[in-house]
């Protein structure tokens, strides 16, 4: 792609107890060409040195401090304080690739700002399963795709997108709440179901960001990993509950009916584990309510999918 006039862009990189790594994330940031007109970084209320760590890049990056409240309310702190037209993401415990930002502030330019929201790939961290988000969402742009409907990649199986790969338009994330604090999990996931429902969206061919298991405890931002627990599965019930509120097509409606009975499931099994037999047929009850096919299905045959659930998907995909 022929490199234009590059619109302005800050990067926001949320971290908390990530003293030996946000040093990485932020040169990786600064060592891209050509390099953004900003680099805020929020230390979400650590206590483990990180504003020390972070004092030799002086004043080629903000530092902005706040109580331990997430990474939703630090990404959103930090969006706020921002100023242009751009916003991109990095997180804390992953690296940028060399030539990521350039990928995406080209693809705005060759596409006259057309979507609200550019992303590339992700190599996975092998934690995550490894691999490129890409191949695992099954999209292929080449050497971008514009959309401006793209419900299809937000229904997809496996979203193709993540924080730490993408730019959004600033007044769009203003305008549709930015990332809710009150999911502690999940958050990335909801925001990019609001974003790719409602506004243009561009998939741009490349390799942008690479995810580590370098931190220890929980990623800031959540892969794909497999073991989740009451907290992961609280948060998907709140976040597809809140999604349904808010959607009024059909087939939308019965694929995110059916997520929200999956993640209803998940907590009767988990309480079922922590020997809460009743709050196990609450949830499970919640799910059968939420989306009565799903939940017979699943227990008898877990791991498969419901077939009329399967249909809407694959035909919402499609269009």
């Not at 009024?248 to 079922?272: N, S």
């Amino acid at each position: 792609m022929t490199t234009r006039s590059a619109p302005a862009v800050t990067v926001v990189i949320p971290t908390y107890q990530r003293a030996g790594l946000v040093v990485r994330a932020v040169r990786s940031v600064l060592d891209q060409v050509p390099a953004p007109d900003r680099v805020i970084v929020v230390d979400d209320g650590s206590t483990d040195g990180t504003a020390s760590a972070l004092t030799d890049f002086g004043d080629r990056i903000d530092v902005l401090s706040q109580p331990n409240r997430g990474g939703a309310a630090a990404r959103n702190l930090a969006v706020s304080s921002a100023s242009t037209e751009w916003i991109a993401f990095c997180d804390s415990d992953d690296v940028w690739l060399a030539g990521h930002l350039a990928c995406l502030t080209d693809a705005v330019s060759s596409t006259a700002g057309a979507a609200d929201l550019y992303f590339d790939d992700v190599r996975l961290a092998p934690s995550a399963g490894g691999g490129l988000l890409f191949d695992l969402a099954g999209i292929d742009p080449s050497p971008l795709e514009l959309r401006t409907d793209a419900r299809a990649w937000a229904m997809l199986a496996h979203q193709p997108t993540m924080l730490q790969a993408s730019m959004v338009r600033r007044q769009a994330y203003l305008d549709s709440g930015g990332l809710w604090p009150e999911l502690s999990s999940r958050h990335d996931t909801h925001f990019f179901y609001r974003m790719l429902l409602d506004r243009p969206a561009c998939a741009v061919a490349g390799v942008g960001a690479a995810m580590t298991d370098d931190a220890r405890g929980e990623r800031l931002t959540a892969g794909r990993g497999r073991a989740h627990g009451r907290r992961y599965w609280a948060c998907t019930v709140l976040l597809y509950r809140d999604l349904l509120e808010r959607r009024t097509d059909p087939d939308e409606r019965r694929i995110l009916a059916d997520l929200l009975a999956r993640g209803h499931k998940r907590l009767a099994r988990t309480a079922w584990s922590d020997r809460r037999p009743r709050q196990a047929v609450t949830e499970l009850t919640r799910g059968v309510m939420a989306s009565p096919l799903t939940i017979p299905w699943s227990v008898l045959m877990p791991g498969r999918e419901t077939p009329g659930v399967a249909r809407s998907r694959h035909t919402l995909a499609a269009a």
